[in-house]
């Protein structure tokens, strides 16, 4: 059963191989090497640190990637070992990767960390909508790229939405309490 999975994973990743498109490659390149490290989404969160309707958002979403990152490349990761495409499959990946695991996607994880946060968290319905938009392009990036099987990304993109909840849920628990406790206190 797992093999067939895993040849599955991998029919699906050569066949999205052969959409490249020459324009398409140095766009998506540039934009999955961003991810690198979660940088893009890290600096999107520092600077909404600095506008109060945003510094919610910022700050949760950080904590939610900090999770994330404990979760994949600390934990899941070298306890998997996947290897990466590139070393199974005819593939030659268009971006390179020193990390030789790839279950689950870390730049997917991140992406959907800070993005389902601040789908929750943004003051504007366009913001929220670009966040998921951009969480998702981020995890088809790294498929495009080469780098990643289809399941490296859906788990990453679980990950990182779980990530984001649970942080979302230790928010509301937290503001919930102080609120009851200032209640308490004027009363």
């Not at 319905?125 to 981020?138: E, I, Q, S, T």
Request: glycine share 8%; net charge positive.
């Amino acid at each position: 059963m797992l093999e067939t999975l895993q040849q599955l994973d991998g029919s699906l990743l050569l066949w999205i191989q052969t959409l490249h498109l020459s324009w398409l490659d140095p766009v998506v390149s540039v934009f999955t090497t961003l991810g690198n490290a979660g940088i893009l989404w890290i600096v999107l969160s520092l600077a909404m640190l600095c506008w109060r309707p945003t510094r919610k958002a910022g700050l949760l979403a950080l904590g939610a990637m900090a999770l994330g990152l404990l979760v994949t490349n600390l934990t899941i990761k070298p306890l998997v070992e996947r290897p990466r495409p590139w070393l199974d499959l005819p593939i030659a990946p268009l971006v390179v990767e020193d990390d030789p695991h790839s279950f689950p996607s870390g730049h997917t994880c991140a992406a959907f960390a800070a993005g389902m946060i601040w789908m929750r968290a943004l003051p504007w319905h366009w913001g929220r909508m670009l966040a998921v938009v951009l969480a998702v392009c981020m995890g088809l990036s790294r498929l495009y790229v080469g780098v990643h099987y289809p399941s490296d990304v859906l788990a990453g993109a679980v990950i990182g939405s779980l990530c984001a909840w649970a942080v979302w849920k230790l928010y509301t628990r937290w503001t919930g309490r102080t609120d009851r406790l200032n209640g308490q206190r004027a009363g």
